[in-house]
């Protein structure tokens, strides 16, 4: 089997992890051949500033067999951003794969992708992707058919990692696995709403509600 193409979306003022932990799994492993897409090949800022660049624009972009989605707040502009969605749409369409991590997923759905489907997203928006009406699930990677979604963050070398399994096999994903020293010991058991100190979950809900009211807003909107 010859390697499946993969279009990984880069757009300003996404979140780097989101992007660098599929990313560092997919070009270890053999079966794919990975492009990096945006609307400019202009240096972008992702958050915090810094710069990355994409080697192909939306327009250049070859049919992909697989999408794969980011989050950050850079989602915002881009759930009514309809250059974007023709694009999501128009690949989706023969795509083998449709993926997303994190708030990517808020695009997949706003791309009407994600319709009879179940997906995840990062904790704080999995209310935002049911106002699309996608099925949520509290999961780290949830596949469903064709569509992989990643839940937040750090969750996307999870995600890459089972992606590579399913297309390349378990002893690749294991390879590139033991490459990456992925064997996480957090510090604390603070990755999660449902292990996190009551009081400390109250102020990282405080810390979010400007930017998930805002999204709540905009997706009333648009539904």
């Known amino acids: 089997m010859g390697k499946l193409k993969v279009g990984m979306l880069l757009f300003p003022d996404l979140t780097i992890l989101d992007f660098t932990g599929p990313y560092d799994v997919f070009i270890k492993a053999g079966c ?21 660049k994409a080697g192909l624009t939306l327009e250049q972009s070859p049919a992909l067999d697989i999408i794969f989605v980011p989050g950050g707040k850079g989602i915002n502009p881009l759930l009514t951003n309809q250059n974007f969605l023709d694009f999501l749409k128009k690949q ?19 791309a009407g992708l994600l319709k009879g489907y179940k997906a995840t997203t990062h904790w704080r928006s999995l209310e935002l992707l049911r106002m699309f009406g996608v099925e949520t699930l509290e999961e780290r990677v949830v596949i469903d058919g064709n569509r ?13 990692l089972i992606l590579t399994s399913l297309i390349g ?22 990755g999660s709403p449902f292990t996190i100190e009551k009081d400390l979950l109250e102020k990282a809900l405080q810390i ?9 807003d905009l997706i009333k909107k648009m539904c």
């Open 169 to 190: 096999g378990e002893s690749m994903a294991k390879i590139i696995q033991l490459q990456l020293e992925y064997n996480p010991a957090p510090p604390f058991s603070a």
């Open 92 to 110: 989706g369409e023969n795509a083998k794969y449709v993926t997303s991590v994190c708030t990517g997923a808020l695009l997949l759905a706003a």
């Open 208 to 216: 979010t509600e400007p930017m998930f009211n805002y999204r709540k």
């Open 148 to 160: 992989v979604t990643g839940g937040g963050v750090t969750a996307g070398i999870d995600f890459g």
């Open 32 to 52: 794919f051949e990975v492009y990096v897409i945006g609307e400019t090949t202009e240096l972008i800022k992702a958050e915090g500033g810094l710069c990355l």
